[in-house]
């Protein structure tokens, strides 16, 4: 899929859920959604989360790495309702039969296979929609914030949306900031 049509399906979630602050309640989106969020303490702490779905039985899980940060959480589960929404009937890491577990981990970040990608963009647009995005770093540049020096100066905007820095990085160098 088109990534811009990624970011539009992100975009009309929002809009679906009447979303009018940074601060997207994921966990809630999810669940309305019909997808369970469990905290699991993985075993393997390179895994950040996974999605079960049980397409006969309308079984919907995520499962997210309880040991891992607050906003790194927040992050697995967009990615994760990513897959949900994007990559039905697809196999992606693991198939059997009606059943199927796609998988977060530290590969996923750089991700350079087609389905990570999209849920990586979805999850970037959904924690971080552009509309509030543009407000946010345009009000902190008239303010004489220089975002290319230090990833560490966005750190208040980062918290405004309750992602890393480093994602919220990676997000404004995707609309031209960086």
């Known amino acids: 899929m088109n990534l811009k049509k990624v970011e539009r399906l992100a975009y009309s979630i929002l809009e ?100 990570e990608i999209e849920a990586n963009t979805f999850a970037a647009a959904i924690l971080m929609p552009e509309h509030f995005i543009i407000p946010a770093i345009e009000q902190k540049l008239s303010d004489g914030l220089d975002i290319s020096d230090d990833i560490n100066e966005i750190g208040e905007i980062a918290e405004l949306f309750r992602v890393s820095p480093q994602a919220l990085y990676i997000r404004l160098g995707k609309l031209g900031y960086i």
Do not use: C, W
Request: hydrophobic share 30%; proline share 2%; aromatic share 8%.
């Open 16 to 115: 679906e859920f009447k979303i009018t602050e940074p601060h997207v309640p994921i966990r809630n989106i999810a669940k309305e959604l019909g997808i369970s969020v469990i905290d699991e303490d993985f075993s393997d702490s390179d895994i950040s989360g996974m999605l079960f779905r049980d397409e006969e039985e309308n079984i919907n899980i995520i499962g997210v790495n309880s040991s891992h940060s607050k906003n790194r959480q927040r992050f697995t589960i967009a990615h994760e309702v990513g897959h949900f929404l994007l990559h039905k009937g697809e196999t992606t890491h693991f198939d059997r039969g009606a059943f199927r577990v796609n998988y977060r981990n530290s590969l996923s970040s750089t991700a350079t296979n087609k389905e």
